[in-house]
């Protein structure tokens, strides 16, 4: 077939009328031309732009149904078939599926399969790779297996035959083992054993010897894989193991990393790092049985940057490097940084006088001590007193050159020390506009309880609440407020936000409970605020919204005026954009108790997305009397949806204080089987998110869920059994969670970190 013909119908098709990534698909018939033809930059380009469209991100819509016969004869034609065979391949893979009946577009590839399957035998391996590739993708067993398997007895080439074995076991698990079996043989290419050792996973197949020895000695394994795979090979045999969440097989993934960590090879043992960072960041077991493993290779020459990014993750359990940690923070560059930004987490007593004698060179360290990175996901205590840092950070802060985050994270480090800090009060002032946001909290936490320091902080705020710049002066006037209980600057402040319609309504509308009762004289700004609100819709003008009905609510009591802003913001809910604000209001809801029952309509709605479950739940508790928690808000009900936004890490928060306002009564065994695999299984709950964070946010979830089962089964007789079937691969040690003040001086308190 020549190109002409493998083109032959195809402006037959109503592309105008279907639709790809960008919307109408009237432009692939040019595409699909210029693909066709003898211009290879434009061929090219065509390519990229259909696997933009038709295939965008793993995405399949109408006109990639469309467009897959003519691909096929193009690729039968042998013209690009390796590409195109890669494209029909993605295509049938993907379950990503947009304006298109389930499974359309992979059986459009499967009506293609008799051309896929004949360029098995092309006279090219990448073709007859892509070809394998693709066909194992179509799911046609009955077809395609028997194709594949003689071609295993005939293929010679090493990329088709790791290929091979990974199709023949995608297209049926049972009957393609023996051959991931038999190509795990000690004497085979290494690209083959390591696909092998993959495709018996896949397969199901025990963990063995045969697999273990056959990873260890294909490493450095980076790049043994099929292209199309798009994984490092030791990193997806561990996932694989950890996926199977049984102890032997943990054991087994933790074996085998241990061994690749002691490969001499510099390149094997990055692999080996980079495979142990995601076992930690999948098991709740794994730094704890990997760390004796990495530390030793921070005593190399070159330490590896990989084991320390690694540490500063998990770095409540890396006290043990504490000594090498303090050597690596001694020298210089981005290394000594995170060392002692890990150190400042492991073992603060050393961290503070190497942080303290290069204080400006240590950026990273500075915001670990300062509590700054934490975002509301710290799991360790404030950083310690140390008089020799204070000198040093006083020293900084008054150094005109400490410019962008630093001057917020030493002000920041200061509040955290209270009024043991008093001496900074000069410097503070003096910093004062730099830092407008973080300087006057800083700036009320150390001031002393009286004499002249205390005279010039209060001058200096209340100067700065009136006369300020603009972005500072609300944050002034509520330090103000805390130090002399002054409630003129902070009324002024809130009253201009409220009437200007500034940036800072949603936070000036969460103090005015604070005030007492002078917060009635803001009642008239209120209400003008609410009544005023201008048309549109984003995130930033909902919240505030609902925080100044929310905070109306607090002083008057007035339903009338606050259900009203509640039901309208949460019901402009139009998708991820909006959603948790909507989700933000109906916590603000739990607060009106009975009078929030009008919302019942628009929070079912929102119980309607079951991973978020957890603040209509609770608002929905607070609103209705118990003879309406009935059929779909009957409470074991309500129980279970919360626990799959909990399993899910969505609002997990939200989640166990849920469980707890349901009851021990809501709960069945089996959600509290689920409660304590959620506070003692292995596998991480929380996988999302910024990566640094992401395991302590599991440990605080993990502490959170320990918390509500021992709430819940404390008073009963048929408590289950804490120690239960996670066993003690699955316990992690305590922490402590942000909110919870550690023991020590009132001054180091958990806080969270301000922002300039």
Known sequence: MDRTLALAGLDDRP???????????????????????????????????????????????????????FLARLAAAGH???????????????????????????????????????????????????????????????EAWPVLRRLWEEESDEVVRAELVTALVRLDPARGAPTALAALAPDGPARLRVTAVLACLAA??????????????????????????????????????????????????????????RVPAPDAR???????????????????????????????????HAVVALLDKVAEQAGAAGATLARLAEGDGDLADRALAVLVTAAPGPAAPLLAGRLPERPLALAEAAGARA??????????????????????????????????HLALLLASWGRRAASAVPELLDALPRIPLAG??????????????RTRAAEALRAAALHGPDE???????????????????????????????????????????????????????????????????????????????????????????????????????GPWTRWTALRTARLAVRLGPAARPLR????????????APAPVLALLAALPEEELRGPLERTSLAGRVLDAAEAGVDAAGAFEALSALGRAALTDAHLHRVERLARGDRRVVTGGIESRIIRADEQLAARARETLLALTADTSDAPDTSGPMGPAGSVGPVLTAGTAPSGPPEQAARTPARD
């Open 472 to 574: 500072g002066r609300l944050s002034a006037a509520r330090a103000l407020h805390g130090l002399t209980g002054e409630s003129g600057p902070l009324l002024a402040a809130i009253r201009a936000e409220l009437t200007g319609g500034g940036r800072n309504v949603r936070e000036a509308a969460r103090l005015v409970t604070g005030l007492g009762e002078t917060a009635g004289e803001l009642v008239p700004a209120m209400r003008d605020a609410l009544r005023d609100r201008p048309e549109g819709r984003s995130t930033p003008r909902g919240d505030a919204l609902a925080e100044l009905a929310a905070a109306l609510w607090d002083v008057t009591g007035d339903a009338a005026a606050t259900v009203p802003v509640f039901d309208a913001v949460i019901r402009a809910d139009d």
């Open 204 to 261: 199901g197949l025990p963990w063995d010897a045969r697999q273990h020895d056959a990873v260890l000695a294909a490493l450095p394994a980076d790049g043994l894989v099929s292209a199309f795979e798009q994984c490092e090979p030791l990193r997806a045999v561990v996932g694989a193991l950890f996926r199977r969440d049984t102890a032997e097989d943990r054991e087994a993934a933790f074996v085998l990393l241990v061994d690749a960590l």
């Open 375 to 408: 975002l509301g996901t710290a799991v360790s205590a404030p950083f310690p007193y140390d008089a020799a840092l204070l000198d040093a950070v006083r020293r900084r802060l008054a150094d005109p050159r400490a410019q962008g985050n630093e001057p917020i």
């Open 270 to 304: 990055a692999e080996a790092v980079w495979a142990a960072d995601h076992a930690c960041m999948v098991s709740r077991s794994a730094p704890a049985r990997l760390l004796p493993a990495l530390l030793p290779l921070l005593d190399e020459p070159e330490p590896p």
């Open 80 to 142: 690009r078939g390796a590409d195109l065979l890669g494209l029909l391949g993605g295509i049938a893979e993907s379950t990503d599926e947009y304006g298109v009946a389930p499974g359309a577009c992979r059986a459009a590839v499967v009506r293609q399969l008799p051309s896929v399957l004949a360029l098995t035998g092309a006279g090219e391996a990448p073709v007859r790779q892509a070809a394998v590739w693709a066909a194992g993708h179509t799911g046609a067993s009955a």
């Open 601 to 612: 309509p628009a929070l079912e709605d929102l119980l309607a997305t079951p991973l978020h």
């Open 15 to 69: 592309w105008a009328q279907l639709d790809h990534a960008y919307g109408s698909a009237e432009d692939l018939p040019a595409l699909l031309r210029s693909l066709a033809g003898d211009d290879h930059d434009a061929a090219d380009g065509a390519l990229d732009e259909l696997y933009g469209s038709i295939l965008h991100q793993g995405t399949v819509y109408p006109a990639t149904v469309e467009a897959v016969p």
């Open 440 to 453: 006057p909290t800083a700036l009320a936490a150390v001031c002393p309880h009286d004499g002249e320091s």
